[in-house]
């Protein structure tokens, strides 16, 4: 019983780890040019600054329906919680499109980081005819990297 406790364990103590988010800010040290330039000229870097703005104006419940969007991983394994919780994370950072960095970040391999990109990343936040329109390409010229 305690050996297929710790064979389980091992199986999936690396996909505990893969999902988990870690933050933009955590990025900077070893990418400090993308972080730069996507904190100085991306909103996506901002966002929880919208609807902080509508704060007052909505009730908490509707508040939480902003978080899929706003926040970095809400909803999922590892991401936003809340402000007092998860801080870090209330930006949409670098992971809403490259993919939860921790275990990229502890090993530095490019391999468990996401790379490529479809339209299907940005589709859940982004109308798919805004998407198609842009392209990626405003977000990159626009100084995101
Ligand atoms: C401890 C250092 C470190 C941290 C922290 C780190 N990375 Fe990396 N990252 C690397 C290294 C090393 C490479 C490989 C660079 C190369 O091959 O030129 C890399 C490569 C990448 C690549 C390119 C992958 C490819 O296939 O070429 C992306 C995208 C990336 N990192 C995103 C991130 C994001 C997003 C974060 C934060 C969630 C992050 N990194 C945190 C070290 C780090
Ligand atoms: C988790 C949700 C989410 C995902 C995924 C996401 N975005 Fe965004 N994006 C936002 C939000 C929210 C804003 C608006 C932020 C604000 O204005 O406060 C935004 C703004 C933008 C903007 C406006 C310009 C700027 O200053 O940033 C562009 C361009 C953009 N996103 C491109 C993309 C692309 C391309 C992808 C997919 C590769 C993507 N986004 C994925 C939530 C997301
Ligand atoms: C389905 C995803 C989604 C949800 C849910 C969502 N937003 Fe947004 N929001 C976006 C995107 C994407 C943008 C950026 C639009 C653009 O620039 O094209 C945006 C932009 C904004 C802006 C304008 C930002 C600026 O910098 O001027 C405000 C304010 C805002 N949202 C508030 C809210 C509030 C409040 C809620 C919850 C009641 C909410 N949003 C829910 C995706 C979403
Ligand atoms: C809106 C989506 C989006 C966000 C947010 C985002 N990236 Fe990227 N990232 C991309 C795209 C698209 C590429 C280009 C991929 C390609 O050319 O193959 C890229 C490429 C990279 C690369 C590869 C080297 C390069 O510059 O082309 C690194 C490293 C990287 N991003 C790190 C980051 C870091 C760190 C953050 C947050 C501070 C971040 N990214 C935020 C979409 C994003």
Redesign the pocket.
Known sequence: MKVLFIILLTLFYPLTLSAQY?G?E??K???AKQYENFTKYSRMSRSFEAIEKMKNKITPEELKTCYQCHTTGYGKRGGFVSLEKTPHLKNTG??VC?GP?KR??ET?N?KF???KFTLQICEPCHTEERVRAFRFKPLLYGGAH
């Open positions: 870690i933009s955590a990025c040290v070893c990418h670098c992971e490259h960095g990229h970040a530095r490019p980081i996401r790379r």
